[in-house]
């Protein structure tokens, strides 16, 4: 605790600093007017100070005021020390700034006990402006935090401008941040993807899960991936980082490229209303699951309603934000609320829907985020989500001995490898179809010389995979040798497959018409499928042309 | 591992999920999958909503299925298929026997 004595007379001030000493504050300065005050104190940043009122060139109310300019913000205790005893004079003590005074010749004991009271409300003082300081500090850092995380949203969830034209929506959040959700994405076979969903609470905790769910989502869309491995990889996602007390519920919605079928899973969001053009309510999606991020993968169901939709008809989504709104009397509007809205006037917008939210909750604050997507049902023309295609023509070869033949079905990994470099999510299913028929032809027939009318009869079918997989267990040399080749000009895949067996005479392919046999038709997929299919060398080696 | 399927509450419809691939591989548990305790099914349902990859033998199996059963079972569908999945049941013109939803 340092102590600053000021007093002309060098009695007094020896005085002082020994009774000071005496009570244990041995950290003391002196001077003797003034101005060496004032300037000391700068130095020193004096914790208390004692002060005589009469002493020459500056009085002591003069320093007292400028020693309290110095001290700013924190409490500086100065005391008084003065013979002089007319009410005025000490009166004046206080209000030019002082504490406190204590007459001369002063009584010890009273000096120390006001000296001690002050400290106290000095380190108290200090303290209270460490923590302001502090709190400061953590609120400057949080909103800087805040505007860099603001950011980052607004870049990550942006919803692309193409889909506006099908898609009416809005997001309201009850705070800086949002905990419910909207996000759009077109898939690679013409179709699109939406998903809304509301995290439990509100503001950044919440809304942080929307990252991970939308890199998700976007990564999956571009994929076309079925809804249910949408609903089952984001569950995984969040059950991996939410912590147990929040969750997501979530709607997730696939438009077909027809821009009619809908296929919608329903996890905990409010049920989406599907409205014909009379404005009547045809059919409510129901939420028929539990939100994300609850369930383990294997409790997780992931079935999906489809519905045909009518062009012209309009699915309409929302949070519970606006289902939980109430009204001056306390009243939730609940589901039945927007239908009667809906039924009222079919042809109400997004904003339509927020002003009447508006309306309805009158004087209330409104406690949660608010989201209103409305898609109408006509042709997807500008929605595409395809990869970029390389300018670069690419080879893979794959060479496959007897050991790779039986150990793998290198069929899906093949594909996945072609896919993922060549952007070509949108044609997996067909490609997989193609290889699958000329690999499988390769190594049953070439190979393997298996005979397919074995597959005539329903016994017969399972008789043949029996044999295929005996002859395959004892298959000691042979080799499969696949190639695809992208040739970026033509925008296609040119596929070769030659295998080491002896030739199998090119088998009299049945028309895709006659449904009657369940075998045969390999080919002529692969036909349908393909722009050229030739088959060379007594049937070992087959080319065929894939477009993209 | 062997496919899920489900029964409808009286017993007359059977559903089943096929997995992501569905060829030659799935020849035993599809046959097991229509075929065990199928007494009071007269409809079956074939859920490809997971299925991305699927080639001849898979509609051979379906027809199969189908000529197997055609004494007992009045209605297949075929349900949630994926567009380019769709795509090839369409080429192989399998909407002439399967309601393809």
Same mark, same amino acid.
């Given at each position: ?548 | 591992?062997? +496919? ?5 509450? %009286?017993? !007359?419809? =059977?559903?089943?999920? $096929? ?28 859920? +490809? ?5 699927? %080639?001849? !033998?898979? =509609?051979?199996?379906? $027809? ?38």
């Amino acid at each position: 605790m340092r102590i600053l004595v000021v007093d002309d007379d060098t009695l007094s001030r020896f005085l002082l600093v020994h009774m000071l000493e005496q009570q244990g504050y041995l950290d003391t300065f002196e001077a003797e007017d003034g101005m060496v005050a004032i300037e000391l104190a700068k130095r020193i940043k004096p914790d208390l100070v004692l002060l005589d009122i009469v002493m020459p060139e500056m009085d002591g109310f003069e320093v007292a005021t400028q020693l309290k300019k110095l001290a700013g913000d924190i409490y500086l205790p100065i005391i008084f020390i003065t013979a002089l005893d007319d009410e005025k004079s000490l009166a004046r003590c206080l209000e030019v700034g002082g504490d406190d005074f204590v007459a001369k010749p002063f009584d010890k004991v009273i000096l120390a006990a006001k000296i001690r009271a002050h400290v106290r409300t000095r380190l108290l003082s200090k303290k209270t402006f460490e923590q302001n300081k502090q709190l400061t500090f953590y609120r400057n850092a949080i909103e800087r935090e805040h505007k860099i995380v603001e950011h980052i949203f607004a870049n990550a969830l942006s919803v692309n401008k193409s889909f506006t034209r099908y898609l009416d929506y809005c997001l309201n959040p009850a705070s800086d941040f949002n905990g419910d959700l909207f996000i759009a994405s077109a898939s690679p076979t013409g179709g699109m993807y939406f998903l809304i969903g509301d995290f439990t609470g509100h503001g950044l905790a919440s809304a942080i899960g929307a990252l991970p769910v939308s890199q998700a989502f976007q990564a999956m869309s571009r994929k076309g991936l079925s809804l249910m491995e949408m609903a089952e990889t984001i569950n995984q996602t969040l059950l991996m980082l939410l912590p147990d007390d929040m969750f997501f519920a979530a709607a997730l919605v696939e438009i077909s490229h027809t821009g009619k079928q809908v296929d919608i899973w329903n996890g905990g969001m409010p049920s989406l209303l599907l409205q014909d053009q009379n404005g009547k309510i045809v059919k409510r999606f129901d939420s028929r699951h539990m939100a994300l991020g609850i369930l383990e993968s294997h409790e997780f169901e992931a079935d999906v309603e489809r519905y045909e939709m009518q062009f012209g008809d309009r699915l309409v989504a929302f949070s519970d934000g606006i289902v939980e709104l109430e009204n001056d009397e306390g009243q939730m509007l609940g589901n039945e609320g927007i239908e009667t809205w809906l039924l009222a006037q079919p042809n109400m917008n997004v904003e339509g829907i927020i002003d009447k939210a508006k309306e309805y909750l009158g004087s209330r604050q409104r406690k949660d985020d608010v989201t209103v997507i409305i898609f109408t049902s006509q042709p997807l023309e500008q929605v595409t989500n395809k990869g970029v295609a390389s300018k670069i023509p690419l080879k893979m070869v794959l060479e496959l001995d007897a050991k790779h033949i039986k150990s793998s079905d290198p069929v899906v990994d093949l594909v996945s490898v072609i896919t993922n470099q060549l952007s070509l999510y949108g044609v997996h299913s067909e490609l997989f179809t193609v290889l699958s028929e000329l690999y499988n032809n390769a190594l049953e027939h070439g190979v393997l010389e298996l005979d397919s009318e074995l597959k005539q009869s329903d016994s017969g079918f399972f008789a043949y995979f029996k044999l295929r997989e005996e002859k395959l267990s004892s298959l000691e040399a042979a080799s499969i040798v696949i190639s695809a080749e992208y040739l970026p000009d033509e925008n296609a895949l040119a596929i070769q497959i030659k295998d080491s067996g002896k030739g199998f005479k090119q088998q009299h392919m049945s028309e895709l018409e006659n449904l009657e046999k369940s075998y045969g038709r390999g080919i002529s997929l692969v036909k349908e499928l393909c722009e050229s299919v030739e088959y060379t060398n007594k049937g070992n080696t087959v080319d065929v042309v894939f477009k993209i | 591992m062997s +496919l899920d399927r489900e029964f409808s509450e %009286d017993g !007359s419809e =059977l559903t089943i999920f $096929l997995e992501e691939k569905f060829d030659f591989g799935k020849v035993q548990d599809f046959r097991l999958a229509y075929s065990e305790g199928n007494e009071t099914v007269t409809s079956i349902v074939i859920n +490809l909503q997971k299925t991305e990859y699927m %080639d001849s !033998s898979a =509609l051979g199996m379906l $027809l199969n299925m189908q000529k197997s059963l055609s004494d007992t079972v009045k209605s297949f569908k075929i349900t949630h298929c994926r567009p380019q999945v769709l795509k090839i049941l369409q080429i192989a013109r399998f909407d002439k026997k399967f309601l393809i939803v």
